[in-house]
């Protein structure tokens, strides 16, 4: 590896150390105002996060290298690294009264818009550390999307880049220059955040809970200022809300500004839209008129908590207004499996993601064509693109790693001491950055607080693996990667 190239990478990390640290000023302003005496913890924090990296900045300014893969590589997994630390520095110091690996598992879950969380007693915590929460989750799902769009396409080993999904016509590009593309989606996701503060205020939550909830809806993150999360707020319209805005922000952000600016209704065509929407209706349906026939709940009541809990699940949000494990074992089951699977590919939502799955059903039924008509041709489509080769490898391999991650995880946990529900459930949640697994120690009415530092630690490098599609990460076990 390059000595210049990791001191650019160093360098860039600092900057983005620099930015994080003058965030942390908001959560102080916040107690200072509230007159919580943790406004000295943020401030403290801002000063010697900003000081190092003002150090690390100036040590290593200096002309950039030619981006390539390699760097690419490098680069995200010490960016997201750098985030993770900065995040947990203010939150073990506060008056949370953290372990280290309980901070650095909080900030890493807010980072990544996991939303699992080792705090209890949110109702009367600090408002700095619930806005620092928050704000990470939103800073993260910024990240999350400019990840998906631009970094994990050139580096081949996960999302659709836009120019590809933003039309079927590849002479068409509205928004060839990224720095336009790039104004364009901040301010759609700052326009959307504003209606969700809105919307949410009129349905009649405080100001308070409001822009907290707002910002982890749009991020899909998940984290709440109450310990019960949605279901302190029993009100059929703040779940239908919280539904719209976790789904709406679950979908491409390249589709939506092509939609939106350009007024591009063909936009909406993106089979992978179709896919989510299709399998949130189901679960949600099912499950609801299940819970009915089971429980007996009033099957209007049954739609709303359906398709709110199923649509924070699928869009890797982590809310919960009811304890859905208690519906019934198809619930559980339903639950679990939706955990896998994710939003769109270019949103802040996580899991496998439906495009994935619109190409591998594709694969299967071109493979099964095969073994009829062995000499035929037959490409497997998009839509009304061909998916090339490579793409169709990256997403075997993907799907190979995910499992085999998963299994290894499981076993791990297993090790440890916790049952099997507990065990697969923690794994893929963290993996899919979901939030609430299965049981009774991590469901949705519980938390990871029970857990020690050893299992945290190893579910916080899962939610890393899981935001960073995995491969990212996993390339730099490779020794290749660090020969010159």
């Excluded at 690419?72 to 009264?97: K, Q």
């Excluded at 639950?335 to 590919?345: E, I, P």
């Excluded at 791990?412 to 049981?439: E, H, K, Q, R, W």
Aim: charged fraction near 10%.
């Amino acid at each position: 590896m390059n000595a210049s190239l990791l001191r650019s990478v160093v360098y860039i990390a600092a900057l983005c150390g620099l930015y994080l640290a003058t965030a942390m000023l908001i959560p102080a302003m916040v107690d200072l105002y509230y007159g919580h005496q943790d406004w000295a913890v943020f401030a403290t924090s801002a000063a010697m996060v900003g000081g190092v990296s003002l150090m690390a900045a100036m040590a290593t300014r200096g002309p950039p290298p030619n981006f390539n893969r390699r760097v690419g590589f490098l680069l995200v997994n010490v960016l997201w690294a750098v985030f993770s630390l900065t995040a947990a520095i203010p939150l073990y110091f506060s008056a949370a009264d953290l372990t280290f690996s309980q901070a650095l598992f909080e900030g890493v879950s807010a980072v990544t818009t996991t939303g699992s969380t080792v705090m209890v007693g949110l109702d009367d915590m600090a408002p700095g550390i619930l806005i620092w929460r928050s704000l990470l989750q939103w800073l993260g799902g910024i990240g999350i999307v400019a990840l998906g769009l631009f970094v994990l396409p050139f580096l081949r080993v996960g999302g659709m880049s836009f120019f590809k999904m933003e039309s079927s016509d590849t002479s068409d590009k509205p928004f060839a220059r990224i720095a336009t593309f790039t104004r364009a989606f901040i301010a759609i996701y700052v326009g959307i955040t504003l209606a969700c503060v809105v919307a949410y205020d009129f349905s009649g939550m405080n100001h308070f809970d409001a822009i907290n909830h707002a910002l982890t809806t749009v991020a899909t993150g998940g984290f709440s200022t109450h310990d019960a999360s949605f279901g302190y707020f029993q009100n059929a319209s703040t779940l239908w809300i919280a539904t719209f805005f976790m789904t709406l922000c679950s979908l491409p952000f390249s589709i939506l500004i092509v939609f939106v600016v350009r007024g591009r209704f063909d936009a909406l065509r993106d089979p992978q839209i179709f896919v989510f929407v299709g399998y949130l209706s189901a679960f949600a349906l099912a499950a609801a008129i299940y819970n009915h026939l089971r429980n007996g709940a009033e099957i209007g009541d049954a739609i709303t908590h359906s398709f709110f809990n199923f649509a924070s699940i699928l869009s890797t949000t982590g809310y919960a207004s009811q304890d859905y494990l208690l519906w019934g074992n198809f619930a559980v089951a339903a639950a679990f499996f939706a955990t896998f699977m994710g939003g769109c590919s270019g949103s802040t939502a996580g899991g496998i993601k439906a495009y994935r799955f619109v190409i591998l059903f594709n694969i299967i039924g071109t493979g099964l064509k095969k073994l009829i008509y062995p000499n035929a041709i037959y490409s497997v489509r998009y839509g009304k693109q061909t998916v090339d080769a490579e793409t169709q490898r990256a997403v075997f391999l993907f799907f190979s790693v995910y499992i085999f991650i998963w299994v290894v995880g499981t076993m791990a946990m297993a090790m440890l001491g916790y049952d099997f529900a507990t065990s697969t459930s923690a794994v893929i949640t963290a993996l899919s950055n979901v939030g609430p697994g299965v049981g009774p120690l991590i469901g949705p009415s519980g938390n990871f607080s029970t857990m020690g530092d050893l299992e945290l630690n190893l579910l916080s490098f899962m939610m890393l693996l899981g935001r960073l599609e995995v491969l990212t990460m996993m390339v730099l076990f490779v020794p290749l990667f660090w020969r010159s």
